[in-house]
Nanobody
Framework: VQLVESGGGLVQPGGSLRLSCAAS????????MSWYRQAPGKERELVAR????????YYVDSVKGRYTISRDNAKKIVYLQMNRLKPEDTAVYYC???????WGQGTQVTVSS
C-alpha cells in the first residue's frame, strides 16, 4: 500500500489549495479514504472522510463549508479542495485508508500573510 500526498504549500489567509493523494497497492474503490491533519503541538485530527463512491462524506466542523473531499476511482486519487484558508488550518495534511492503517508521508500546508 502506498499513499503519496501533494499540493501543499504556503498560501495567504483567504486563499485556496487543492491537495491530492495518489494511491497504489490496493483496490482503491473498495475503501473509504480520509484526510487528517496535525498542527505543531497538537494531536492528529480527522478532517474529512469519503466512502468508496462518495455516497457519504464527513467533515470536521471547523472545515465545513470551506473544504471539499472528492475522489477519482479510475485514477486512484483522493482530493481535498481547501478554500477560504485560515492561519489555524496550518498543519501537515495526511491521506489515509483508515481500515488499512496506511498513511502517506504528509504535505505541509502553511497559511500565513
Amino acid at each position: 500500500v502506498q499513499l503519496v500526498e501533494s499540493g501543499g504549500g504556503l498560501v495567504q489567509p483567504g486563499g485556496s489549495l487543492r491537495l491530492s493523494c495518489a494511491a497504489s497497492g490496493f483496490t482503491f474503490s473498495n475503501y473509504d479514504m480520509s484526510w487528517y491533519r496535525q498542527a505543531p503541538g497538537k494531536e492528529r485530527e480527522l478532517v474529512a472522510r469519503i466512502t468508496p463512491f462518495g455516497g457519504s462524506i464527513y467533515y470536521v466542523d471547523s472545515v465545513k463549508g470551506r473544504y471539499t473531499i472528492s475522489r477519482d476511482n479510475a485514477k486512484k486519487i483522493v482530493y481535498l479542495q481547501m478554500n477560504r484558508l485560515k492561519p489555524e488550518d496550518t498543519a501537515v495534511y495526511y491521506c489515509t485508508a483508515p481500515t488499512l492503517g496506511s498513511w502517506g508521508q504528509g504535505t505541509q500546508v502553511t497559511v500565513s500573510s
